[in-house]
């Protein structure tokens, strides 16, 4: 390190002094920023517990993004030709509109609109 002269060390010293009120501000923010980081991660972790089931139902989707209508506007992951469905010999396309099915608790009735 270089030696100082007595001028610049009080320079030096002066300049300490009055950069200590602001590294003690700067060190009491980085503190309540780490802290407040662990709540939000705490936070995040919680939503993302009650979100799971209405993500699974709804195909990755949060609560937020269905009410907001950003679900609606998304692209879909993975996208279906329907062209290459209908021309398939082995799939049937005609649906019953009041098609009975019995699922053991009761007559359901079919509301797909073909």
């Known amino acids: 390190m270089k030696q100082l002269t007595k001028t610049q060390m009080a320079i030096v010293k002066r300049t300490a002094a009055n950069t200590k009120a602001l590294r003690k501000k700067c060190d009491i923010l980085e503190s309540k920023i780490q802290e407040y980081q662990t709540m939000l991660q705490e936070f995040t972790s919680q ?35 329907v062209d290459s469905m209908e021309s398939s010999e082995d799939f049937d396309t005609t649906i019953d509109i009041k098609e009975d099915i019995d699922t053991g608790f009761g007559t359901i009735y079919s509301t797909c609109n073909n």
Do not use: R, V
């Open 47 to 81: 939503i993302d517990l009650f979100e799971a089931p209405i993500k699974a139902l709804s195909g990755g989707f949060d609560s937020h993004q269905i009410l907001s209508g950003e679900c609606f506007t998304a692209e879909p992951e993975e996208s279906i030709n």
